[in-house]
């Protein structure tokens, strides 16, 4: 399935290390979001971007600053990192930013912090 | 009170077995309702959306019920295939926002034996 990619799958790094997660939808959507996944919690959602414009920023820490270049590509980017970052991170896509537009989920990047 | 609210099992159902899971929502302003479907380290992926009237999708049926702000899904005669988490989403919007903010339960875990 390739309607929304995530690279890379997997990702360990040091807590004084940068990395970037990349997303990318080939759906033609116009709304993409971040979503962090922790064993034994709900899916939170961290970020939102409707025709490239953040449109939510659901209290994140500032050591994850997302970035969207155009309606297909997301990235979020990682410095300094803490341990109870560790998670799955989703990626999503919508047609729009109706309510009862679908949301389609990419694979997502499982986060280890050393 | 958790916005989203699932039993998060696990159930464990023979094959063949009929399995409900119940749902409950607290912002009686929420607009659109959904059944996710995630397979063990996979994304979530739409199984069916909820209609105020009912509907039913082949072996499933969803219901919601916007007085008690309850939302069900059905499984009838289980196949092995159906072993996943079944996650409750809730749309809304946010913060009187225009985002479209999907709210996710912890998911519920179907075992389903052979």
């Known amino acids: 399935e390739t309607g929304v990619t995530q690279t890379p799958r997997h990702l360990v790094m040091g807590m004084t290390n940068k990395k970037s997660l990349k997303c990318e939808q080939h759906l033609g959507h116009n709304a993409m979001y971040w979503y962090k996944q922790s064993a034994k919690k709900p899916l939170e959602l961290m970020f939102v971007?409707?025709?490239?414009?953040?449109?939510e920023n659901n209290s994140v820490p500032s050591r994850f600053s997302p970035e969207c270049p155009n309606s297909s590509h997301l990235f979020l980017h990682l410095h300094t990192l803490q341990p109870e970052d560790s998670a799955l991170y989703l990626c999503a896509s919508s047609q729009a930013m109706g309510l009862a537009y679908e949301q389609y989920f990419g694979p997502g990047t499982r986060l280890t912090v050393t | 009170r958790k916005e989203v609210e699932q039993d998060p099992g696990p159930f464990n159902v023979p094959e063949g077995a009929t399995v409900a899971f119940n749902c409950t929502y607290s912002n009686s302003a929420s607009q659109s309702f959904f059944w996710y479907r995630q397979d063990c380290r996979k994304e979530p992926k739409l199984l069916m959306s909820v209609y105020s009237s009912g509907n039913e999708d082949g072996r499933f049926t969803a219901q919601l019920n916007r007085a008690s702000q309850y939302i069900s899904l059905l499984i009838r005669d289980s196949k092995l295939s159906d072993s996943a988490t079944y996650l409750c989403v809730v749309n809304g919007r946010s913060g009187g926002g225009a985002t479209n903010k999907l709210i996710f339960g912890t998911g519920t875990l179907l075992a389903v034996q052979p």
């Open positions: 971007y409707n025709f490239k414009e953040q449109t």
